[in-house]
């Protein structure tokens, strides 16, 4: 379902269909980070105003199309200034994003053994960080998938497309919890700004 119509949204939704039949999940993932990176770059497609505009103390989620047969749903994001996420996870999904415009620091976490007396606390480190830039895409494939995005800039906006195996609709979010590298773990409910 399209939630609505841009220039070129055909062309991205026949891309991610012909990726999602590639059977495996690395096939399904490397064939979608390819495709998106030639379709950034080629600036065929022209995402709609809505999606570079953003939100007040918080990142913009908005939905610009779920597939029925496939189930999938793409997801374009808005970074203000400084904005970005804490330590989360997809729920156990895969997701390949892509920065459409300014750029993103992605930071991978490994989950890390709980030690001794640290009870429903979960530990994690840095294993690598990456500037991003636009028509550069990555993915994610459980259990590979804690991570955080931040947009960097003081001054620009980042805008970012994340295509999710489901309907992305609530995560665990991890904050910080005393102690070296012990986070809390928190389900968080995923809300969708408009598309207009």
């Known amino acids: 379902m399209l939630t609505t119509e841009f220039p070129g949204c055909q062309k991205l939704i026949q891309a991610i269909d012909a990726a999602v039949t590639k059977g495996s999940t690395p096939a399904i993932t490397d064939s979608l980070r390819n495709s998106l990176c030639k379709l950034i770059q080629s600036q065929e497609i022209k995402l709609p105003a809505c999606v570079f505009e953003t939100a007040e103390n918080r990142y913009a989620r908005r939905e610009l199309y779920h597939s029925d047969e496939y ?49 429903g606390l979960y530990c994690f480190q840095p294993v690598g960080s990456i500037q991003a ?64």
């Open 71 to 119: 189930g999938y749903c793409v997801v374009a994001m808005t970074w203000g200034p400084g904005q970005g996420t804490p330590i989360h996870d997809h729920c156990g999904m895969w997701c390949v994003e892509g920065v459409w415009s300014g750029a993103l620091e992605v930071v991978q976490y490994e989950q890390l053994p709980a030690a001794s007396g640290q009870d």
């Open 133 to 196: 830039g636009p028509g550069s895409a990555g993915s994610l494939i459980p259990p590979h998938e804690y991570h955080t995005i931040r947009n960097p800039s003081d001054d620009a906006i980042a805008v970012s497309l994340h295509i999710y195996s489901g309907n992305m609709t609530h995560c665990a979010v991890f904050q910080p919890a005393g102690g070296d590298h012990c986070y809390q773990r928190q389900d968080r409910k995923l809300s969708l700004d408009p598309v207009n």
